[in-house]
């Protein structure tokens, strides 16, 4: 069974590029531009892995990370932070993620750093 | 020392003169008594001897009568015949003698009686030898036993005379006797005294011998150092001269010295004037600096400010001088100033620092200190200059700038991030893709890559803006069909529906490639910020101008960011969406304002958004309409 990765990407055109290649990878992927409400969207696609971005519209993707990172029941569910931003400017320590991609990113490094967090 | 002295020799001297007027009274009384003593002895010797010679007168008489009875010769009655005379001489004189003596007086008379019986006695033997008769015995015997009497009576007196002689004797000795005793006793107390007298004196004396040798100790010590005084004196002497000599060559050097002084002085006060007056020129000047100036002194202390420091601060001199003026410097800030201040200071060359500093209405606003020294030509400091610049605006525009280098750089990345993916795609999973996803990957890529080149035309754009290069290309333009070829830029990427209404034929002289670049910010805005807005009303009317609008129906802007977002890196906090440079409304007013037109935007909450811009229907800005036309294709 294929595993399912949620993205919170609120632009459309790296969006739908990510969700080509994730999909060409075999994986089930479920793409929105933005959310108020992280643990309503995972109860509701119970994601393997989470790849966000960081400056978004509505939560953004620390504080996705913080809601995943402490939820009783998502804890253990993979985030990967996305940023054009330097990695200082938005300090993004502290917010629990398991992995950090800077945009733009290589395709090959997203796919090793998935495959690995969901290994 | 002295009173000790003195009384030892007075209670010496008067014990001495006490004793000694003691011992010649009684000395005196005692000779007096002896003579009288020695008178008493002579009287009764006197007496005892003239009875011793009544007796040898009465004998005379008896032997002369003898001798004339036996022999009958009248020679030897010569004795005789003196007798009586004598003894009634002698008689006489013991009455007088004995006359304060009954017992004398008496005896005398006895005497005298018995004399007288004795000589009648001899007068009948007498008258019978010369009647030649034999002596009649009981005359004889009655003279003889007068005779016996006489000298019994004799006796008597002598035994009386010798006894009143010694009762006298005996009071007198008795009283003379202790005269010794007084006379020694006297002369031993005398003694006594004198004795401590002299001990006392002797001591005191021999004090004032220890003194005497210690005076005449000092003396010489003394005499040694007046004699040494004495050399020294002459070499004062010499040395005063030599110092009188130096004193006349001072005078001469002070006088010159006063002289240069003077000069110097002159030289100063007319320095000094010189001075005050370029001080205060200088301070003139600095009253005129835009800036905030003041004057240090050189050890730092502010003694001037001028005016802009008080306008800036809103303190008086009064508040400001001392350390009043750190008071206006920002606490985190305060540490800082003081040890560039005081390494400037110390340093003694200019340098510069920046602090904030609170203006009057309690904002703080970052200020460059300047300070340098104003030297004089002997290098010394004359007073330090110090100026704050207000660099809040070039700080903030600092910050602007870094933030859009950030900003910019994260809006290239994101156009960038898909083109990468999408082409990385493609070229390593073509053979996955049917002809339709590829298609869409191509299309994608092409929209990524126009994204970048509008960020980057935008990024060109400013450059030129800020070196003042923007060149227009005005030609007449057909503004309808501007609008269309902007709007056929969306239809590719976007499915947002664009409703025109153009007047047709509206024809100004403008740039229509600056022009569409205006109508497409705006339409990229109301698809970015409206994203909600299914519909975008693009308007071309003519007033007095060409007027074009962009509607859309989206949340709207407040009315509190209005005002700024045509300015440079302003970004809309609204929709929490930070995205986008904050230069694309900026640009398009620079385009605007080039073209002699306006720009301004019309938004309530809620009610959706209209941008708009006009341009004027003729010629008025600088620039010369081009000759032939260009048209975007």
Redesign the interface.
């Known amino acids: 069974m294929a595993k399912r990765i949620l993205i919170i990407e609120?632009?459309q055109?790296?969006l739908?590029?990510?969700e080509?290649?994730l999909d060409?990878h075999d994986f089930d992927v479920v793409g929105v531009t933005d959310t108020v409400d992280i643990i309503s969207l995972v109860n509701q696609h119970q994601p393997d892995l989470v790849l966000t971005d960081f400056?978004l519209?509505?939560m953004n993707g620390g504080q996705i990370c913080k809601a995943i990172k402490h939820h009783k029941n998502w804890s253990h569910i993979p985030v990967i932070l996305m940023t054009?931003?330097?990695k200082q400017?938005v300090a993004v320590a502290n917010f629990g993620y398991d992995a950090y991609l800077a945009?733009?990113?290589?395709?090959?490094k997203l796919i090793d750093i998935v495959e690995n967090l969901l290994s | 020392m002295k009173i000790s002295f003195d009384r030892n020799l007075k209670i010496g001297y008067g014990f001495s003169f006490i004793a000694l007027l003691g011992v010649s009274f009684i000395s005196y009384m005692g000779t007096r008594q002896m003579l009288k003593s020695s008178r008493l002895v002579e009287h009764s010797n006197v007496i005892v001897r003239k009875l011793d010679s009544l007796i040898s007168v009465m004998k005379d008489a008896e032997t002369g009568q003898r001798g004339y009875l036996i022999t009958g010769r009248t020679e030897f009655l010569e004795p005789y015949y003196q007798s009586p005379v004598k003894a009634h001489a002698l008689i006489g004189s013991l009455q007088k003698l004995t006359s304060n003596d009954n017992r004398q007086q008496a005896n005398i008379l006895n005497l005298q009686q018995m004399v007288s019986t004795r000589m009648e006695a001899f007068t009948r033997n007498m008258e019978l030898k010369k009647l030649g008769k034999n002596p009649d015995l009981n005359n004889m015997l009655a003279g003889k036993k007068a005779m016996d009497n006489l000298r019994k009576t004799v006796a008597t007196a002598e035994l009386h005379e010798q006894q009143l002689l010694n009762a006298e004797l005996i009071q007198y000795r008795s009283y003379v006797r202790y005269v010794p005793y007084f006379i020694l006793a006297s002369v031993l107390i005398a003694l006594v005294v004198t004795a401590l007298s002299y001990k006392g004196v002797t001591a005191i004396i021999r004090d004032r011998a220890d003194m005497q040798v210690q005076i005449t100790n000092k003396e010489r010590e003394t005499a040694e150092l007046n004699d040494e005084l004495a050399a020294s004196n002459e070499e004062m002497t010499a040395i005063n001269e030599e110092l009188n000599v130096s004193n006349e060559e001072l005078l001469d050097s002070r006088q010159q010295l006063t002289n240069l002084n003077a000069e110097l002085e002159q030289i100063v006060v007319s320095r000094t004037a010189e001075l005050a007056l370029s001080e205060e020129r200088f301070r003139m000047i600095l009253q005129t600096l835009p800036t905030i100036a003041w004057t240090n002194s050189p050890t730092g202390e502010v003694d001037f400010f001028n005016r802009q420091w008080f306008n800036y601060t809103g303190l008086d001199f009064e508040f400001s001088k001392g350390s009043g003026w750190q008071s206006v410097i920002h606490p985190e800030d305060v540490g800082y100033n003081h040890s560039r201040f005081n390494e400037i200071i110390a340093s003694g060359e200019a340098g510069e620092f920046e602090i904030r500093e609170r203006r009057h209405d309690g904002i703080y606003r970052c200020h460059l200190i300047r300070m340098a020294p104003l030297k004089r030509d002997n290098g010394q400091i004359q007073l330090w200059v110090g100026t704050a610049t207000d660099i809040e605006e070039l700080k903030q525009l600092e910050r602007q700038k870094d933030d859009f280098i950030?900003i910019a750089?994260?809006e290239l990345?994101?156009?960038?991030?898909?083109?990468?993916?999408?082409i990385?795609?493609i070229e390593?999973?073509s053979d996955?893709?049917s002809p339709e996803?590829m298609n869409?990957?191509i299309e994608?890529a092409s929209?990524?890559v126009n994204?970048v080149s509008v960020l980057v035309e935008d990024l060109l754009y400013m450059g030129k803006l800020s070196r003042g290069q923007l060149d227009l290309k005005i030609v007449q333009t057909d503004l309808a069909g501007v609008i269309r070829e902007s709007c056929a830029y969306f239809n590719a990427v976007s499915n947002v529906e664009f409703v025109i209404e153009a007047e047709a034929h509206v024809s100004v002289p403008a740039d229509a490639e600056r022009i569409s670049q205006v109508i497409i910010n705006f339409i990229n805005n109301a698809l970015k910020y409206a994203s909600s807005s299914k519909k975008i009303y693009i308007h071309l009317s003519v007033n007095e101008m060409a007027i074009i609008s962009v509607r859309d129906e989206g949340p709207g802007i407040s009315l509190e960011h209005q005002p700024f977002l045509f300015d440079r890196y302003y970004r809309s906090p609204d929709?929490?969406?930070?995205?986008g440079m904050g230069i694309g409304l900026y640009i398009s007013a620079e385009i605007i304002k080039r073209h002699g037109g306006q720009i301004g935007v019309i938004s309530k909450p809620g009610e959706g958004s209209t941008f708009w811009f006009s341009v004027p229907m003729v010629q008025t800005s600088g620039h010369h309409l081009v000759e032939h036309q260009e048209h975007i294709s």
């Open positions: 609120d632009d055109d790296i739908g590029s990510i080509t290649l060409l400056v519209p509505g054009a931003y330097h400017a945009k733009p990113f290589e395709n090959k | 950030n750089s994260h990345k994101t156009p960038l991030t898909s083109l990468k993916s999408t990385q795609i390593s999973m996955k893709l996803k869409a990957l994608r929209r990524s994204k929709g929490k969406q930070a995205s």
